[in-house]
């Protein structure tokens, strides 16, 4: 697309160019790639919090922010191989292909960091979620690493004792994070949501804040003091887990014990001592937001592995990572109102691929823009932001 508007862009890497820098970002370069990644992300929030008043917008979960609070999500996805590709494996969905391990913003959309894996590998795999986790904190500017309070959400692969065992000891370091992640329900949460009797349950509320009919609708318990203790040992102490259950949607697969209550059971496990269960559910299922960070990093760049080889592939993965957080810059600093929440695809078709020409004149270069596009002026206010943002410090 680029290559087409020569006047504007000046010359064009070729694709043939574009292959030979993917084939020799060793280790050692996407290393300092993603130092040069955190060090523009360290600008970016610096010029946010002078334009905006803070460095991050809050995350929202149920009609409330969560205020200075910054929050990590950690998921891994499968992507399709259509080919015979390096370490492409049949994936525990029954396709064939990749299955690398993300972590998002949810405060900025933000890519922080991924790992490019097996397709058969594990999804609750301790190691991959440490280091995961562990690239993205480094991403994140260090007054904002050691100077908010920290949120880690995962579904249940994330719920093992080695990772939230290493959650607990980034304490030690001056990282002030607490977890909310899945739980799984075997006999031993059966026998305690039995237990709970009919009054413990109190009701949860939906995406705006509004409280649910507990007799009839979803509700929210806690379970922690009658689960057995063997089904806590190894985990953080303050760990608790809570239970919600909902009618179930129809061709939901139940359980036998879901069956015979006509509820649809699900649990999560937080170190978080304080706030209403309900309000501690509603923040867990705000991780869902992730499946959307995922969907549009694949119309980024993330749905397709263009080598056969693994190591371009991983390359590859680092240039998705640039996109996603450059359209997340681009959508913080200098777009409002529609276009600020817009997906990929839309930012694509209404500013990113305008046809344009440059006029020189005056000592002075001109970007000539068609009047008659429908989103010019948003494009023209976007350069105009561009230009007003304060450089960086030093």
């Keep these: 697309m680029l290559a087409d508007q020569e006047a504007v862009f000046g010359a064009v890497a070729s694709g043939s160019t574009c292959w030979r820098l993917l084939d020799r970002l060793d280790e050692r370069a996407l290393a300092s790639i993603s130092a040069a990644r955190a060090r523009a992300r360290e600008v970016v929030w610096a010029q946010h919090a002078e334009t905006h008043g803070r460095a991050f917008a809050a995350s929202r979960v ?92 995962a579904d249940t692969a994330g719920c093992t004792r080695a990772f939230l065992a290493h959650l607990r000891g980034l304490r030690e370091q001056g990282v002030s994070c607490e977890f909310s992640v899945g739980w799984s329900i075997t006999d031993r949460e059966r026998a305690a949501i039995t237990a709970l009797g009919k009054r413990i349950w109190t009701g949860a509320v939906d995406t705006d804040g509004e409280p649910r009919d507990p007799r009839d609708s979803a509700a929210v318990a806690e379970i922690t003091g009658l689960l057995p203790a063997a089904a806590l040992a190894g985990y953080p102490d303050g760990t608790r887990v809570i239970v919600r259950r909902e009618r179930p949607h129809p061709g939901a697969q139940l359980d036998l014990m879901e069956e015979r209550d006509g509820w649809r059971y699900t649990c999560l496990a937080t170190d978080t001592r304080a706030g209403q269960l309900a309000f501690l559910d509603a923040r867990h299922r705000a991780h869902a937001r992730v499946e959307d960070r995922i969907r549009t990093g694949k119309d980024t760049g993330l749905g397709h592995f263009p080598s056969r080889d693994f190591a371009i592939n991983s390359a590859w993965l680092t240039v998705t990572m640039l996109a996603v957080d450059l359209l997340a810059w681009t959508q913080h600093l200098l777009l409002d109102g529609e276009l600020a929440k817009a997906e990929p695809k839309t930012l694509r078709y209404r500013l990113l691929h305008v046809a344009a020409r440059l006029a020189r004149g005056g000592r002075r270069v001109r970007v000539r823009i068609q009047r008659s596009w429908p989103w010019a002026e948003e494009l023209t206010a976007a350069f105009g932001r561009l230009h007003a943002l304060p450089g960086p410090a030093g």
């Design 62 to 153: 149920a009609g409330r922010d969560l205020g200075e609070t910054l929050v990590l999500d950690l998921d891994a996805t499968s992507v399709v191989c259509h080919s015979e590709k390096q370490q492409a494996a049949p994936t525990f969905k029954g396709s064939f292909g990749y299955h690398p391990m993300l972590a998002f913003c949810d405060n900025t959309g933000e890519f922080l960091a991924g790992e490019l894996r097996r397709g058969n590998a594990g999804a609750n795999t301790a190691a991959d979620h440490i280091t995961v986790l562990d690239d993205a904190l480094a991403q994140v500017p260090d007054s904002y690493r050691h100077g908010h309070p920290i949120l880690i959400r």
